[in-house]
């Protein structure tokens, strides 16, 4: 029997692996791949080396008035000097380190759920207790603290402040009222549908209106309502709907053998949906559900519109201060980029949290 060599197997040619291979593919497959890759190349150039110019080889950094700025770059002074009224809005100067607290709190919880897999109890626990020491720290009145009223919240802080209550209390708002659209007694189901529909088709801008305008004609004489609750309460009712729908999505999209399954093993209703249903409707419906979170985080600038300042607001007061007039820009540069950096972070946590919950081993 003759017997014939080995020979190695040689690499694919250079055009088929690597960056090439991926640029032929991705970028120049067809004409019209082409043309809009040297379109895309071609408004690149125009843009991102001006930018960079005025940003940061022109910029001005060091300083401590509007007079240090020289030149046709960015005026970053203007950020520095104004950095605490972006991130805490009026809230006293004196009174700050309140705030901060709260900020290392969150920081320290963080570091304890991703170092220690384990006392998930206790990781329960100090999550349910955060949002009551975060509001008596940073409204006082209690323990000895100062009162500071919401009204001198403003900047990054009542931004947070706005989105996690809106996230926190519409996500559990929002399973409520997809459980009730699912549910087999009318009545329940009639009452979920109007509600999820008709807050759909209202913007969230004619909602605040009504929480700030119309809803204190209803309340006692005397009664004053505070104007942030009432701008939370309209904006996770308003987001309860969104979260509803994208829920009864992941509902639908659970075979129907688990439901089937799940009465065979005699659970109640609660049982099946608790343990079974809902938790693989929530695994599907991740990227929805991170987007409409995103969305929400981004929505919150609306609500200068009722007299609240959160962060983009607090572009138009601090330009406005007569020693540095004509430095929105920057401001607004700032502002995209701090609402860049939350919404990406978001985004990267979703698909961790993907790939953690994914069960699909061998897809």
């Not at 960015?74 to 104004?82: G, L, S, T």
């Not at 603290?145 to 996230?167: D, M, P």
């Not at 987007?291 to 609240?308: A, P, R, Y």
Request: glycine residues 8%; positive net charge.
């Amino acid at each position: 029997m003759a017997v014939y060599p080995i020979k190695e197997a040689k690499e694919p040619p250079l055009i088929e692996r690597g960056i090439i291979a991926w640029i032929r593919h991705n970028l120049l497959s067809s004409p019209f791949n082409i043309i809009f890759t040297l379109l895309g190349l071609a408004i690149l150039y125009w843009t991102v080396p001006p930018f960079i110019k005025w940003a940061f080889i022109d910029a001005n950094f060091v300083g401590h008035s509007k007079s240090d700025c020289t030149g046709n770059g960015a005026c970053w002074i203007f950020v520095k000097e104004k950095l605490d009224m972006f991130i805490f809005g009026f809230y006293p100067s004196s009174e700050l380190w309140r705030p901060k607290t709260i900020i290392a709190t969150i920081l320290a919880i963080g570091a304890f759920a991703k170092f220690v897999p384990n006392l998930h109890k206790l990781k329960l626990l100090l999550i349910t207790i955060f949002p009551f020491f975060a509001f008596i720290m940073l409204h006082g009145g209690h323990f000895g603290l100062s009162l500071v009223e919401t009204s001198k919240w403003g900047g990054l802080l009542l931004t947070l402040v706005i989105a996690s209550v809106g996230i926190v209390l519409s996500f559990p708002i929002g399973i409520l009222l997809a459980l009730g659209r699912q549910s087999k007694l009318p009545i329940i189901k009639s009452l979920s549908i109007f509600y999820i529909e008709i807050v759909r088709g209202i913007p969230l801008i004619t909602v605040l209106f009504m929480a700030s305008v119309v809803l204190p004609l209803f309340f006692p004489e005397g009664v004053n309502f505070d104007k942030l609750a009432r701008a939370l309460i309209g904006i996770t009712l308003f987001e309860a709907a969104y979260v509803a729908e994208n829920i009864r999505s992941g509902f639908q999209a659970i075979p129907k053998g688990q439901y089937e399954a799940s009465d065979a093993l005699g659970l109640s209703y609660w049982q099946k949906m608790g343990l079974v249903i809902l938790p693989q409707a929530i695994k599907v419906t991740i990227p929805n559900l991170v987007g409409t979170f995103i969305s929400l985080f981004k929505d919150t600038s609306l609500v200068m519109i009722i007299g609240l300042f959160d962060l983009l607001a607090m572009v138009n007061v601090t330009s406005n201060d007569r020693d540095w007039l004509g430095m929105d820009t920057e401001g607004y540069v700032f502002v995209a980029f701090i609402f860049w950096i939350f919404t990406f972070s978001m985004s990267m946590y979703s698909k961790q949290l993907e790939k953690k919950l994914n069960t699909d081993k061998g897809k």
